[in-house]
């Protein structure tokens, strides 16, 4: 069956961009400030990520009589510290990655496999690619809203995006398993062996892609034209930001944060996308560049401003 221009896809790393706008959304309610440390949104007790007491994160050999205190800020510009959510060998290959697990309905159960791991650096001072920072901020926005992400983001984004047509932009954090997904598109792939390199078969990519598992850092499904539409109420609406964020929010997401490749013309990574930094400087950036990528499917944004 032929894609066609109506069919959703996963827009995997492009969800980042939605859950910053969210963030910020409730900074503008005066639910939580993005300076804020994570902690002082975590709860008190963290039994319900499978280990009692506070949360205490630390870098080893970094000696601190507290813990570390990564902001939201830290997260969403890829600074934290925190590390990936894999399961490696000594080796650094993966042998267990909750990413393949199924949704179980709590964004919690897959941040207490690695919440309390060691951290990787003292907060603020490198930048590192973490999906992890954005399956927190995931659970901080539910946490803090009182709503399921997949309520608020339909109730306070998506539904600005298409206003006349339903569920051309959703977070489903199940995929479609408990619901029918209407014109949900599935991807294929083939499936190598490994050693002989011959083509064994092709398959559908869809039990490779759980998205209540990687919720903010890649879970929603899109149209082409709802995940432009939604570029262009943030970006090119007059006053800029249009009717979800403010002007001073949008800035602050767009503003070009960490070198992604220092000394070379890669992207900056700004909040939830990536950026070309403008020639004279300055926090408004050249141009918009991100790829969204999840199993099977690459999704990528270039807007310039």
Known sequence: VPFTADNLFPIGSNTKLHIAVAIYQMQEMGLLHVEDAVNDYMPPDMAEFGTPGPWRPQVPGVWDPTCQRPTLVNLMEMSSGLKEPFICDDSGKIIVSILLDAYSGHISDYLGLWINAPMNFVPGTE???????????????????????????????????????????????YGGAHALLPRRMDSYRKFIDSDSGAEIATGSCTPYIQPGVVSGAGGSFATIAAEMDLYRILFHSTPLGGPIISEDSVREIMKPRKEMAPGTAAPWFAQGLTVLPSPEGGDVPKAVLYCGGIECTNTCILSLT
Do not use: C, F, K, M
């Not at 399956?135 to 109730?155: C, D, M, N, P, W």
């Open 127 to 173: 930048y590192h690619y973490e999906t992890g920072n954005w399956i927190l901020l995931a659970y901080i926005i539910e946490r803090i809203s009182g709503q399921s992400l997949s309520a608020y983001l339909q109730e306070n984004i998506y539904q600005y995006a298409t206003p006349d047509v339903d569920n051309d932009i959703i977070y489903d954090p």
